[in-house]
């Protein structure tokens, strides 16, 4: 079965720091590019970082940038989100995917972020 369960989502107050894993099934996984989304009730959801299929090239979106880490572990077909000085407007759920050729969306994992 094709699909992507995310998890380690959770409440966390203001600079601190969350870290997600998507576990995946069903499909080659070190053939695709893996991303995280991010979505709030009432927005579109989006790019939040992707990491090429080699794990060599990275990329982050926004206020992404110099504060979450994306990684991936060929071996598991795992992907990871780490996300360090969270802020308030991280409050989101979050999703993992593959990058240009989705499959079905997962659940998501809620990250919250407030004293």
């Known amino acids: 079965q094709v699909q992507v369960v995310e998890s380690g989502g959770g409440l966390v107050q203001p600079g601190g720091s969350l870290k997600l894993s998507c576990r995946t099934s069903?499909?080659?996984?070190?053939?695709?590019?893996m991303a995280w989304y991010r979505q709030v009730p009432g927005k579109e959801r989006e790019l939040v970082a992707w990491?090429?299929?080699?794990?060599?090239?990275?990329v982050y979106v926004g206020s992404a940038k110099g504060r979450f880490t994306i990684s991936r572990d060929d071996g598991k077909n795992t992907a990871a989100l780490q996300m360090n000085n969270l802020m308030p407007d991280d409050t989101a759920v979050y999703y993992c995917?593959?990058?240009?050729?989705?499959?079905?969306w997962g659940q998501g994992t809620q990250v919250t972020v407030s004293l």
């Open positions: 069903g499909f080659i996984f070190n053939n695709y590019a």
């Open positions: 995917n593959r990058l240009g050729a989705p499959i079905p």
């Open positions: 990491i090429g299929y080699n794990g060599r090239d990275t």
